[in-house]
Structure formats: structure tokens, C-alpha cells
């Protein structure tokens, strides 16, 4: 979350212009990024899926004759010791960037995204759509080496789908006029929306 702290102050402070909505907007973000962990700390739990370190190293023996084991293979990060279904990156990032598109009504907005990991070759990204940052973060994980896609790509659903519940559901404005509710899906499409949402 440390990433999108410094993201979300940004955006804040270059786009809201009231301590209310201030208040409002980050309680929604963090209420949203909570409960997105739960439920991948719960699939996590549920499913007990192996890492690709596991699989990879694995593969003689995972009942599959097309797959063959590679015990010298690494990832690019050490792999983290608790299982891969869903990715808790992408639960967030999903439930971040979606409470970000409901917040302000659309998924168009140029931010930037700083990392301090010591090895990154660009250390600060820019986007113009909060889904694109969305789409980065289930690349990555896979890049890295320590996620198969569709626990990543799950996840990020996952994430939307929280977001979009708890928008709808908790801290209404004070004078809600209904238009702050202007999605009626519920984050499956995202990977194929092009639109202003």
C-alpha cells in the first residue's frame, strides 16, 4: 500500500478541494483496500495453490507428461511463503484503482506512481487511466516470476468487485443526489473497458 499512499496523496491534493470529501475519499480507498485483503487472505487460505517456484520445480510429478521440471529455476523476486490464489497485490490494486474510477466517475486521470524498490530500472510511472495502472500491477506479478495470471487476474475482479459494493453501500454523501452511483457492473468487464467509468 505504500506505493498508492503516496499516489492517493497526489491525486488528493491535485483534485479534491474539500477536507470532507478529502476524509471521504481516502476512508473509502483504505475501507475498500481492507476488505479486498480479507478476501484474498480467504482464497488464499481456502484454495492453498502453489507458487510457479513450486510448479515449475515440481512438474515431473503434477500429472501433466508436457510439462517438464526445472529445478534451477528462479524468480526474479523471492517468492513469498504463503500461496499464490488469489494475488493480495491485485486484490488491492483492483480495489484501489476501481474506488478511485467510482470516486471520481471516470477511469481518465494522469498520476504518477513512484517505487523505491532498489532495482527497478524506472522508479516513476506515469498513467492517464487508473486501469492501466490496474493492468500493470497483474503483468508484474507474473514478470516477477511469483504468480500465474489467473490468480492475478482474479484477484483484480475480486478487488473491483469489493470496491464497487462498499461504494454503494458506505459513506454516502451527505447530499446524495444518486449521482455519485454511476456503475451498475460489477468490475468484470474492466480488462475490456475502454470507456470514461
Known amino acids: 500500500m505504500l506505493l498508492w499512499n503516496r499516489a492517493l496523496n497526489r491525486i488528493a491534493a491535485d483534485h479534491i478541494h474539500t477536507t470532507g470529501d478529502a476524509a471521504r475519499f ?21 484454495f492453498n495453490f502453489w507458487r510457479p517456484l ?11 507428461p508436457q510439462t517438464a521440471a526445472d529445478a534451477n ?31 471520481f466517475r471516470t477511469d481518465r486521470m494522469t ?45 483484480r475482479r475480486q478487488g473491483s468487485q469489493v470496491a464497487n459494493w462498499a461504494f454503494k453501500h458506505f459513506l454516502r454523501p451527505i447530499h446524495d443526489d444518486n449521482d455519485d452511483d454511476d456503475n451498475d457492473d460489477d468490475g468484470r468487464n474492466e480488462d475490456h473497458d475502454n470507456g470514461d467509468r
Request: hydrophobic share 40%; net charge positive; proline share 4%.
Open 111 to 155: 498520476f504518477t506512481i513512484n517505487s523505491n524498490y532498489p532495482l527497478a530500472q524506472v522508479n516513476t510511472r506515469s498513467y492517464t487511466r487508473f486501469s492501466d495502472a490496474a493492468k500493470d500491477v497483474v503483468n508484474v506479478r507474473i514478470y516477477q516470476g511469483i504468480h500465474f495470471r489467473f490468480a492475478d487476474a482474479v484477484a
Open 73 to 103: 529455476w528462479k524468480p526474479l523476486i523471492n517468492t513469498p511463503n504463503y500461496p499464490d490464489y488469489t494475488s493480495g497485490a491485485n486484490n488491492l490494486t483492483g480495489s484501489v484503482t476501481r474506488m478511485l474510477r467510482l470516486f
Open 26 to 46: 481516502f476512508a473509502l480507498v483504505y475501507l475498500a483496500a481492507g476488505d479486498a485483503g480479507i478476501t484474498a487472505w480467504d482464497s488464499k487460505k481456502f
Open 54 to 64: 513450486t510448479a515449475v520445480r515440481e512438474a515431473a510429478g503434477d500429472g501433466n
